[in-house]
């Protein structure tokens, strides 16, 4: 079975903060894609990150960053020096090589000016 | 606009009615997926095309739900006789190739339904 498990349902940091957001996956196939999306107000999931199972190297991209860890089952996502933009609904996702995606149950982000 | 579309943005339906919700995907994308998501919750599967041909429908919570894509490209979301449970947006999503494992989908803005 493929489940992911966003524990934290809403944090609130105040702006220039740092902030990660956890996500654990269960799966039992050896090649599976993790993925990252924000959803704002508006309501459009954007896509922020995919990574294979095979590559476990973390990931920068200006003030985001990814750890994904086999060994805990976990793909956690730091947002450092928060900024009021980044307040949002942020999805992690599961996909192994069938056709559906898995999504948590999201965790809202409120960065406070 | 080369993103995912879907029209409309917001629909209103009185129990029993029909609706019919469509997506446009990114031109040259060949998977195309729907979504229903709860308030409070992640998107859940519905069905999955490959160009035209319906590959997965596991998702579909009943037979009054219908999903189809004549020409490999737009897709339409049909529901009959909504219920109030029917109430979520419904999130459509493409991709450039056909397996979903493998490559990133990208998201329209969604169709919140409303049943009254």
């Known amino acids: 079975a493929q489940k992911v498990t966003q524990a934290q349902t809403e944090i609130s940091v105040v702006e220039k903060e740092d902030v990660t957001l956890d996500c654990v996956y269960e799966?039992?196939?050896?090649?599976?894609?993790l993925f990252w999306y924000k959803q704002p107000p508006s309501g459009e999931l954007v896509f922020l990150i995919r990574?294979?199972?095979?590559?476990?190297q973390n990931e920068i991209s200006g003030r985001y960053s990814w750890n994904f860890q086999k060994s805990t089952s976990s793909f956690n996502f730091t947002i450092t020096a928060s900024q009021v933009v980044d307040s949002a609904v942020y999805f992690c996702a599961l996909a192994n090589t069938g056709n559906q995606f898995y999504f948590g149950t999201g965790t809202s982000l409120t960065v406070i000016p | 606009g080369a993103g995912v579309s879907q029209s409309p943005r917001y629909k209103v339906a009185k129990r029993g009615q029909d609706v019919a919700l469509r997506c446009d995907p990114i031109s040259g994308h060949v998977s195309l997926f729907w979504y229903q998501q709860a308030l409070g919750q992640g998107p859940e599967f519905l069905t999955y095309?490959?160009?035209?041909?319906?590959?997965?429908k596991s998702g579909l919570p009943s037979d009054r739900f219908f999903a189809e894509r004549p020409e490999g490209s737009v897709s339409t979301l049909k529901i009959q006789r909504t219920q109030q449970e029917d109430s979520a947006v419904y999130l459509c999503a493409s991709s450039l190739a056909g397996t979903s494992g493998t490559d990133t989908q990208y998201f329209g803005p969604g169709t919140r339904l409303t049943v009254l």
């Open positions: 990574r294979n199972s095979f590559d476990e």
């Open positions: 799966t039992r196939d050896t090649t599976y894609y």
């Open positions: 095309f490959q160009n035209e041909a319906q590959l997965d």
